[in-house]
């Protein structure tokens, strides 16, 4: 089921803050339905100016004093990072920044074997390659004992992290660049954003001009969005800052990336980094070593950006292939659960399933069940896995709750990895589905298409398209915007794309719209002709250098036996809300 829901909506707030920003009534609507009915509040969203001194960021300042020094002193510098998108951006981030302060900086990146963040292996073999000072780079914050470790062998720590701390509430002992332990007015930056903080204040302290770093801003763009972190407050400004870096980018392996990935770089938008080179950066780390893009994203020599390139294409290639044998074995196993009895959360396992990709598969398999699901790859007596959830869900609270049943597990609530002995995998998946029942209400497990104006078919051309732009970048926090159509038919329905896809026209009254629906084949969810209720997104496709507006179906239901219909927003009376079940 899905249920369409369209937020209160007051009308005179609507008009007064299309007059104020001088725009349509259909942003407005948006605006408003987002919270931002006061004209200030909405004209500062969509200028996504927002920014923060690095003096409100507690512990900030410490931490890059005591790099400087160790920079200035000789020590070696030794980067620790992740194998995704943001610890590889964090890695070269502070890579860069240490060599522009002439620094004796390396690096070194975990593999999915060696888990995720600091082990004391590790630890160990820093130490015997002579690290001074060790910082890490979206990682560490539970790695208390690792640090304390690394602390009796000599090196000092700083912690640069976004995750969330141990639940007992203990901290590495170290300096911490945590933008929650810091009180940061944005605490919901990525591990890119918080390297690239500390970097300024590394630069700052040694007396140059912070914004000599803004050129690695496309860093941290597309780590701020492959990280799915909220686009809201600081994280949309650096997001829409970035990826205007990103279009002019220098850095020789980003744009050998775009070019294997087709991507135009004055074109390159959120999508294209969450779809195209965020996946590709991945891959490394995913099936190998991530240490390939991590020299793609340094190195200065173009016929090697060009070579690492197409390297990480064709591992990207293969960890489709990959991900799409484990999702079918994984579905088939969610699907006989299913049909035993009804679960809250789902864990399941296979052996030999690869760990660098289980996530992805649970990611979809999350949507596709509207569960939290875990999938875990197992080796053995041990297994590794990855869970993602669902709106409403805290993942890391569930696993907190089963954390008798696990050996580590660390993240946040929307995405976790975990740890676990293969003999304790049926305990855990009985406990989370337990953990899951008494905290999921009925209709969270519903899938909610959101509404965020109601408007006519008459309104819809390249205007709106473009003034809706005015939105983006889009994505957690500040979802695409979906506009309903009422009353409307759909006709002139045309498969494209081997099948796949359709194209259509949609009208209402005398007005006319193309249309197209990804992924459905000619199943629309209503027949040509029947009076429908819709949702849609609205863009500017471009095409052999023509540009026009295109409304791309999400949802459609026939419309209510009933005469009255939702007004978009009514002249008179109470504001109202809207809820109606969609069968899928």
């Known amino acids: 089921m899905v249920r369409f829901q369209a ?60 790099v400087l020094e160790h920079a200035r002193d000789g020590t070696r510098i030794t980067i620790h990072g992740d194998y995704d998108v943001d610890g590889v951006c964090s890695t070269a981030i502070l890579v860069r920044a240490m060599r522009r302060i002439g620094a004796n900086v390396d690096w070194y990146l975990p593999d999915r074997a060696d888990g995720y963040g600091l082990s004391l292996s590790t630890v160990k073999r820093l130490a015997e390659r002579d690290t001074g000072l060790l910082v890490t780079a979206d990682c560490g914050i539970t790695s208390v004992e690792e640090v304390a470790a690394a602390r009796a062998l000599g090196i000092e720590v700083v912690v640069t992290d976004h995750h969330a701390p141990l639940s007992d509430g203990r901290l590495p002992d170290a300096q911490i660049v945590h933008p929650a332990i810091g009180d940061y007015p944005c605490a919901a930056l990525c591990g890119a954003a918080v390297a690239h903080k500390l ?59 775009m070019t294997v990935a087709r991507i135009d770089p004055s074109r390159v938008n959120e999508r ?66 299913a049909s035993i009895a009804p679960r809250s959360a789902y864990v399941l396992a296979g052996e030999g399933w690869h760990p660098g ?26 297994g590794r896995g990855s869970g993602r959830s669902i709106e409403g869900f805290d993942l890391l609270g569930g696993l907190r709750a089963c954390s008798e049943h696990l050996l580590r597990y660390g993240g946040h609530s929307a995405a976790a990895g975990l740890e676990v002995e293969s003999s304790c995998v049926p ?31 008459s309104e819809i051309g390249m205007a709106l398209a473009e003034e809706l732009a005015m939105l983006a970048p889009f994505g957690r926090g500040n979802p695409v915007v979906s506009l309903m159509l009422e009353d409307a038919t759909i006709a002139n329905v045309r498969t494209m794309g081997e099948g796949k896809h359709a194209r259509f026209t949609v009208s209402c009254g005398d007005a006319h ?10 199943q629309l969810g209503v027949a040509e002709g029947e009076p429908a209720q819709a949702t849609f997104t609205l863009e500017v496709n471009e095409w052999n250098g023509v540009s026009e507006p295109r409304l791309v179906l999400r949802h459609a239901q026939p419309a209510p036996i009933e005469e009255a219909t939702i007004d978009p927003c009514p002249i008179a009376g109470p504001p109202r809300s809207m809820q109606l079940l969609l069968p899928t």
């Open 272 to 337: 294209a980094v969450a779809f195209a080179l965020g996946p590709r950066i991945n891959a490394a780390g995913r099936l190998q070593r991530a240490d390939a893009a991590l020299e793609l994203l340094l190195t200065e020599d173009p016929a090697r950006a060009a070579q690492i390139a197409r390297e990480l294409d064709a591992i990207n290639s293969e960890r489709r292939h990959i991900e799409q044998a484990i999702r079918f074995q994984a579905q088939a196993q969610l699907d006989e659960l």
């Open 513 to 522: 719209a193309p249309a197209v629906a990804f992924g459905r084949g000619a």
């Open 7 to 66: 937020p209160d909506c007051d009308p005179r707030e609507v008009a007064l803050l299309a007059q104020r920003l001088q725009s349509s009534t259909a942003l407005a609507q948006v605006l408003v339905r987002r919270g931002l009915s006061d004209p200030a509040m909405a004209q500062a969203f969509l200028d996504a100016d927002e920014t923060h001194s690095l003096d409100a960021f507690g512990g900030l300042h410490a931490a890059a004093q005591r």
């Open 357 to 382: 990709v289980v996530g992805i598969v649970a990611s979809r398999l999350a949507e596709h069940s509207r569960r939290p699901v875990v999938l875990i790859s197992l080796d053995g007596e041990r």
């Open 199 to 257: 970097a300024q204040g590394v630069l700052q302290a040694a007396g140059r001009d912070a914004r000599e770093l803004d050129e690695d801003l496309d860093l941290v763009a597309m780590a701020t969005i492959a990280d799915v972190v909220s686009l809201r407050g600081e994280n949309r400004t650096l997001a829409r800052l970035g990826l205007r870096a990103l279009a002019a980018t220098a850095k020789q392996g980003v744009r050998a990336l």
């Open 427 to 457: 305990a855990l998946a009985e406990a989370l589905d337990a953990y899951a029942e008494q905290a999921l209400l009925p209709e969270q497990l519903i899938e909610v298409e959101r509404v965020d104006a109601i408007v006519k078919t």
